[in-house]
């Protein structure tokens, strides 16, 4: 008939780690942070602001990955070493991943160690893609 897309499992893995965190940084950003606490006063809102840049720019950064590997994954893009599209791209998504990583490192609670992980774990698979790109 046509053509068949063929998923492998390592493709499978990396959706679902790019959908679980970006779940991870959207009920974190949805969670009120300024709720009282009995070991804590209310968190300035310097550190709130810090918190949902760092959340969004953690998310952006991880949402483009996504894009990217579906782009890469169907086809719809040519990885080659050079290729501005590639280039490009696994630069603006560690700046937004390094970006995320300090604005979330001035932040306090949940969406620090949020922030802090999903830009971790983003930056670990843009460079993965560096990789690859240099790779193929």
Same mark, same amino acid.
């Given at each position: ?19 679980? @965190?970006?779940?991870?940084? &959207? #009920? &974190? ?22 918190? @949902?840049?760092?959340?969004?720019? #953690? ?11 579906? $782009? ?10 050079? @290729?501005?599209?590639? &280039? ?11 970006? $995320?990583?300090? $604005? ?9 160690? $949020? ?6 774990? &983003? ?8 990789? #690859?790109?240099?790779?193929?």
């Amino acid at each position: 008939m046509g053509k068949e897309l063929h998923l492998d499992f390592g493709i499978w893995v990396l959706v679902l780690l790019s959908i679980g @965190n970006i779940v991870l940084v &959207t #009920a &974190t950003f949805i969670r009120p942070e300024n709720e009282p606490s009995a070991s804590q006063e209310h968190p300035s809102s310097e550190t709130i602001l810090y918190g @949902n840049l760092g959340l969004g720019l #953690a998310c952006s950064s991880q949402i483009l990955y996504l894009a990217f590997a579906v $782009a890469w994954q169907f086809k719809w893009m040519h990885s080659y070493p050079g @290729n501005p599209v590639d &280039t490009y791209g696994i630069l603006v998504g560690l700046l937004l991943s390094a970006g $995320a990583f300090v $604005a979330a490192s001035m932040a306090t609670g949940c969406r620090r160690f $949020a922030g802090i992980f999903v830009a971790i774990a &983003t930056g670990g698979l843009w460079l993965l893609s560096a990789i #690859a790109s240099v790779a193929i």
